[in-house]
């Protein structure tokens, strides 16, 4: 069942990927420097997979996979959320390992002086992987 606007839909005589472990994968133009970052710094687990493929390793979900793209350029959308109980404490601990985090100061959508967005919904602040691919921690509820 999909759940939409509290409305539950059924899917109809379609069911391929009812039980499929689905998994999402994004690219880098240097997988040594990814894979510094991910384990070094954002201390995940990684497996290093066929032709170069990294696999990320995040307690209750599946792999993601970071794969190597010569003319890679970065997402300019988030493509992978940490959810954290603490945000100023994540926050603190990841700049004290040297992730800058993106400020933002525009009319409706402006960071605190920690880079911490508070603009309804939850708490969050995105930070660069050293490709450029936008991450976030946020703070779960």
Known sequence: MFLFCNIKIKPKN???FKDV??????????????????R???????????EDILELHI?????????PKPNHEPATFTVLNFPVTDIEEAVAQLKGKGVVFESYDEPNFKTDDDDIFHGGGPLIAWFKDPAGNILSVIEKS
């Open 14 to 16: 379609f069911t391929m």
């Open 21 to 38: 472990k689905a998994f999402s994968g994004y690219s880098a133009n240097d997988i040594g420097k990814a894979t510094t970052f991910y």
């Open 40 to 50: 070094d710094i954002l201390g995940l687990t990684i497996r290093e997979g066929m």
């Open 59 to 67: 307690a209750g979900s599946t792999p993601v996979i970071i794969y």
